[in-house]
């Protein structure tokens, strides 16, 4: 009786590419993190936690258990995503608005009820003029490449970013939460 090693040439290969996959998966985590800083930052976090409502699990002996949240209304369910990560998946598209009906498209999409009414006060206007507005603009506006950091102050259902940005401009970011979603009620630089 022959002896045969106990892993076999496809094992080890086996083995080693999944050692390799390991491996860039680290280094792949340890950049992200020298680009965002934290874990937290890295997969975002709700800057809201201190309004979650307290809950509670009670069982009865004749029912499965189920779940109690204290004196809390549906104005008061906090956004699954905060207002800064928010824009943040939003602004991306803002950079490709060429013309009135990409800027209206993606003000429906991530604006607030009031900012899609002052877009719709544009749809009697000329073609010409609404191409115009647009390319005057996006001819001054910072690109999301530009965003450094973002602060964020929430007083309730409103959120202000300021945008730290490589152009040096002052860059707000007004927020405000409908139907559970945090939409952009104003963007201001200067």
């Known amino acids: 009786m022959t002896d045969k090693p106990f892993l076999g040439k496809r094992s080890v290969l086996i083995a080693v ?8 998966a680290v280094v792949s985590l340890l950049n992200a993190l020298k680009t965002f800083g934290s874990i937290r930052d ?11 409502p307290a809950v509670s699990m009670e ?12 004196d809390t209304d549906e104005a008061d369910v906090v956004a ?3 207002p800064k990560e928010a824009y943040l998946s939003a602004r991306p ?4 608005v060429k013309t009135y009906d990409d800027l209206k498209g993606y ?24 191409d115009t507005v647009v390319s005057t603009l996006f001819s001054s506006a910072p690109t999301f490449a530009d965003i450094n950091d973002i602060s964020v102050e929430v007083d309730g259902d409103t ?6 940005n ?4 002052k860059w707000e970011v007004s927020m405000v939460l409908e139907d559970g979603k945090w939409k952009i009620d104003s963007e201001f630089w200067e």
């Open 80 to 82: 699954l995503i905060g």
């Open 93 to 96: 598209e803002m950079d490709g």
């Open 159 to 164: 959120a202000l970013l300021k945008i730290d």
């Open 166 to 169: 490589d152009k040096d401009l």
């Open 17 to 24: 590419i999944a050692i390799m996959i390991v491996a860039v």
């Open 107 to 130: 003000i429906f999409e991530h604006g607030s009820r009031k900012r899609i009414g002052e877009a719709t006060v544009m749809d009697d206007m000329g073609g010409s003029y609404q």
């Open 59 to 70: 069982e009865d002996e004749d029912r499965a258990p189920v779940s109690v949240v204290d």
């Open 42 to 52: 890295l997969f975002g976090s709700n800057d809201r936690t201190e309004d979650v």
